[in-house]
């Protein structure tokens, strides 16, 4: 059973920064691309970022450049590392990983 589990949101000042782990067990994850999604109140869930097996990356334009997604395959682990955060950030953030979704981790960015 495939299960992942986010963790490090929270609340964070404008231009301050946080970083997110989601925790994968279950399945072969190192073989498999590893993302980040996010959701604002009252909107769609967005891409934030991919990485693959290989470690190569996508970012949505929003994030570039203040974003970073990593992953540690022993670990089964993907990370994001978010710097300079607005409160246009300010989102649940779901994992996902061979099409399983996280429980989401709350993060909030006070201007």
């Known amino acids: 059973q495939v299960q992942l589990v986010e963790s490090g949101g929270g609340l964070v000042q404008v231009g301050g920064s946080l970083r997110l782990s989601c925790a994968a067990s279950?399945?072969?994850?190192?073989?498999?691309?590893m993302a980040w999604y996010r959701q604002a109140p009252g909107k769609q869930r967005d891409h934030v970022a991919t990485?693959?097996?290989?470690?190569?990356?996508v970012y949505a334009d929003s994030v570039k450049g203040r974003f970073t997604i990593s992953r540690d395959n022993a670990k089964n682990t993907v990370y994001l590392q978010m710097n300079s955060l607005k409160p246009e950030d300010t989102a649940v953030y779901y994992c996902?990983?061979?099409?399983?979704w996280g429980q989401g981790t709350q993060v909030t960015v006070s201007s």
């Open positions: 990485i693959t097996r290989d470690g190569n990356s």
């Open positions: 996902w990983a061979i099409g399983h």
């Open positions: 279950g399945s072969t994850f190192s073989t498999n691309s």
